[in-house]
């Protein structure tokens, strides 16, 4: 049933005056697919140099208030070492789409990583085909590159640097080179409407996406965007259920931004669809520069940030992996 859902069909769900049925199915559904497991990944944030100018973020090139950074292989090493010592199965490697960090160096960061047994993401923007090959090569997993927003007009007005056809394009390319392919969109973009979301999940179900990140948007102070008002955190829950339906076997990250939102409360989403859970590894200082969106970071200490999350998803009758 939920495969012949369309546009119309999910804009209207979107809007429903009740939505605890959808809720308790997609429950259901994660249940049925990833039993109570919740898996805990680590992000390092390895440079915030970017090349790029969208508009809602302030790791933007634009954005003169940044002190940017790039991580020596050295520094990823440890980082990565220290993270896979505290229990972490996955390392998410992040940047800015940064042309100035040599593709060569993030593969020996993946094939350090690999040959301690653990998986790898990479999550650093667009590059050419025969770049994604080469991190593929050497061992890399999963790519996380989000469509941000499915529609096209929206797109090209908050990315003066690319098209969403282009960034399509690259996520096909993922597919085909064998990646698990991650994409995802946010919550509350000025300009998006309920059917623009629903256009949003379709182009998940039909990439098709093995991972998808949703969140909510946050207004950056030193971005164009900052008088826009944020996303809300209960239409953010939605799309992640309507996502869970639409694509059973998803991995669905509840993520940083929503956690921010919510102040910590993210019982709820593990039971509306999500989970995966992502941790900030990334050591200090970078760890205060590397801000997409506002969000009060304490001090990184991974091995008790990763038993104290191990903990809460205990609490909630989950088992962390
Ligand atoms: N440079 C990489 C990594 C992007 S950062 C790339 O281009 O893929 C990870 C994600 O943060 C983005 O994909 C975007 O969805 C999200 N993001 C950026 N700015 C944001 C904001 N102001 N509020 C909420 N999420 C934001």
């Not at 809720?23 to 109570?36: G, H, I, P, S, W």
């Not at 993946?110 to 080469?134: D, H, L, M, N």
């Not at 200090?284 to 008790?304: C, D, F, Q």
Request: charged share 25%.
């Amino acid at each position: 049933m939920t495969a012949e859902w369309n546009r119309e069909d999910l804009a209207r769900l979107l809007a429903l005056e009740d939505f605890s049925e959808i809720y308790a199915q997609a429950d259901e559904v994660q249940r049925r697919e990833k039993r109570d497991v919740v898996q805990i990944r680590a992000i390092l944030e390895f440079s915030n140099c970017c090349r790029r100018r969208c508009r809602y973020c302030g790791l933007n090139a634009e954005n003169p208030r940044v002190t940017r950074y790039r991580m020596s292989v050295q520094e990823m090493k440890e980082a990565a070492a220290e993270a896979l010592e505290a229990g972490y199965r996955t390392i998410v490697l992040q940047s800015g789409e940064d042309p100035g960090f040599p593709a060569e160096d993030i593969g020996e960061v993946i094939r350090f990583i690999k040959q301690k047994g653990a998986a790898v993401t990479v999550s650093c923007g667009e590059w050419p085909s025969e770049v994604y090959a080469y991190w593929r090569d050497c061992g890399a997993d999963r790519y996380l590159l989000k469509q941000e927003t499915a529609d096209p007009a929206l797109y090209g007005s908050l990315h003066p640097c690319g098209t969403l056809a282009e960034r399509v394009g690259c996520l096909r390319e993922l597919k085909r080179l064998g990646y698990e392919t991650g994409s995802g969109f946010m919550i509350g973009l000025p300009g998006q409407t309920l059917d623009t979301i629903a256009q949003d999940l379709l182009l998940l179900a039909e990439i098709p996406c093995d991972m998808a990140g949703i969140g909510p948007f946050l207004p950056h102070p030193d971005t164009p965007l900052r008088d826009c008002p944020e996303g809300g955190s209960e239409l953010t829950m939605r799309a992640v259920a309507l996502a869970r339906l639409l694509l059973p076997q998803c991995n669905l990250p509840a993520t940083t931004s929503l956690g921010v939102l919510s102040g910590g409360a993210r019982r709820s989403v593990f039971s509306c669809g999500a989970n995966v859970i992502m941790r900030k590894v990334t050591p200090e200082p970078y760890k205060s520069y590397y801000e997409i969106y506002p969000a009060n970071l304490g001090r990184t200490e991974v091995r008790r940030e990763r038993a104290e999350l191990e903990d809460w998803i205990r609490s909630m009758g989950k088992t962390p992996v």
